[in-house]
Every structure is written in structure tokens, then in C-alpha cells.
């Protein structure tokens, strides 16, 4: 299996406008996670998907950021209008149904907001 | 809430020495623990897991044990080496909410 993949890898995009990031989840994986690293908060999770449902979005930062999982193989995290302080490394990870299941997570995409 | 608390970095140590990153969790009932590692440029990879207390999770020479009764999961390695340079994550699962919590993450550089 690839593994969970991620694109871009890198995005750099200026104030005010839309940014779109991607994950395909390791196939057979019944949850999707999308989180934000940041050097001052760390490993933040902003939301997760149970079988392409949105289980809890509680670490949404606010409503410019919003999420969906279409299909199981699938799902966008959209920043809409971006902003200088939404710069970070976004992973989105996946793992088997389960709670002590371990995560198998992506690169990452590296975003810069000027 | 569930939550980890582990100690603030960055650590350097020299080729060969010993490694401790003290790990301690919040949680309500019996949760799983887990480390994880994040080379640069990369994303979290699971090192070591357990899963009831008393457990002991081990890998590439690196073991935590679950203490229920302190509440911790520190990480531990003998002799470390530069390619354990990477930033070491302590996470916790738990049966009362599906999402991994972390750590705010410990640095760790090895020096030859």
C-alpha cells in the first residue's frame, strides 16, 4: 500500500485567497484525521471523519476552515480566505476502526500564507 | 479531558548515552499509549505502543512501560545515535474518544 498521501506537499499562496489541501486515505480505513502543526501550539487535531461522516470539528479555528470526506477514499480541507496566521503543516492521517489503533499519517503540507 | 504532558525539550546528547523523555497522561479509564517519531521533513511515525498497564512497548531499542499508578509512559533507549535525531511525540487513545491526543512534542539531537 502507498500509505496516505497528501498533495501538495508545499503551498504558498497569498492573503484572501482559497486554499484546497488533499488526502487519500490508506484503503480500508475507517477514520481520517486532519491535523495542524505549528512551532507555538504544536499538534493540534481540527477534525475526524468516521466512515466519511464528520465525528467531531471542535478544533476547527473558525469558520473560514472547512472539511469533507465525499468517499472513503477522499478528503479536502479548505481555508477560505486565507490568512498569514493559517501557515503551518497540515497531516491528515487515517487509521482502523478502533480507538488503540495507531495512526499511519502523511507528509504533510507545508502552507505559507503571505 | 484526556490530555499527555511531556517534558519540554530540546534535548542534546552525545552519541552512546542514555535517553529519558518523561511522558505523563490524564485520562478516564484505561487508554492506550503510544509514541510516536517525526524526522524532519516527515510525518509521525509509530516507535512504540501499549495498550494495558504494566505493558511495556519496545522498538529499535527503545521501550516505554504503561504505569498506571504514576500515570506515566516514559520513553527510554540506552545508547542513542545520531539517527535517533527527530522529535518524539507521546500520545494517548482512549475508549471515551476516537482521536489520538498528543504531546506538545520533545527535540532531540544526538551529537557524534
Known amino acids: 500500500d502507498a500509505g496516505v498521501i497528501q498533495s501538495p506537499r508545499h503551498e504558498v499562496t497569498e492573503m484572501g485567497q482559497e486554499v484546497t489541501l488533499r488526502c487519500k486515505p490508506i484503503?480500508?480505513?475507517?477514520?481520517l484525521f486532519w491535523y495542524r502543526q505549528t512551532m507555538m501550539r504544536g499538534l493540534e487535531l481540527l477534525i475526524y471523519f468516521n466512515n466519511n461522516v464528520p465525528i467531531d470539528d471542535s478544533g476547527m479555528p473558525e469558520d473560514r476552515f472547512s472539511a469533507k470526506m465525499p468517499n472513503a477514499s477522499f478528503s479536502t480541507l479548505k481555508i477560505q480566505p486565507s490568512e498569514p496566521r493559517d501557515s503551518a503543516v497540515y497531516f491528515c492521517a487515517s487509521s482502523l476502526a478502533s480507538y488503540n489503533e495507531k495512526l499511519f499519517f502523511g507528509s504533510g503540507t507545508q502552507l505559507s500564507v503571505l | 479531558g484526556n490530555s499527555v504532558t511531556q517534558m519540554e525539550g530540546p534535548v542534546t546528547l552525545s552519541e552512546e548515552a542514555f535517553l529519558t523523555i518523561n511522558c505523563t497522561y490524564t485520562a478516564t479509564g484505561y487508554p492506550s499509549l503510544f509514541w510516536y517519531v517525526q524526522y524532519p521533513g516527515e510525518g509521525l511515525q509509530l516507535l512504540l505502543k501499549?495498550?494495558?498497564?504494566?505493558d511495556k512497548g519496545s522498538n529499535k531499542g527503545f521501550e516505554a512501560t504503561y504505569r498506571k499508578e504514576t500515570t506515566s509512559f516514559h520513553l527510554e533507549k540506552g545508547s542513542v545515535q545520531v539517527s535517533d535525531s527527530a522529535v518524539y511525540f507521546c500520545?494517548?487513545?482512549?475508549?471515551?474518544?476516537?482521536?489520538?491526543?498528543f504531546g506538545a512534542g520533545t527535540r532531540l539531537t544526538v551529537k557524534p
Open positions: 501499549a495498550t494495558k498497564a504494566d
Open positions: 484503503s480500508g480505513h475507517d477514520y
Open positions: 500520545a494517548l487513545s482512549a475508549y471515551n474518544n476516537n482521536d489520538m491526543r
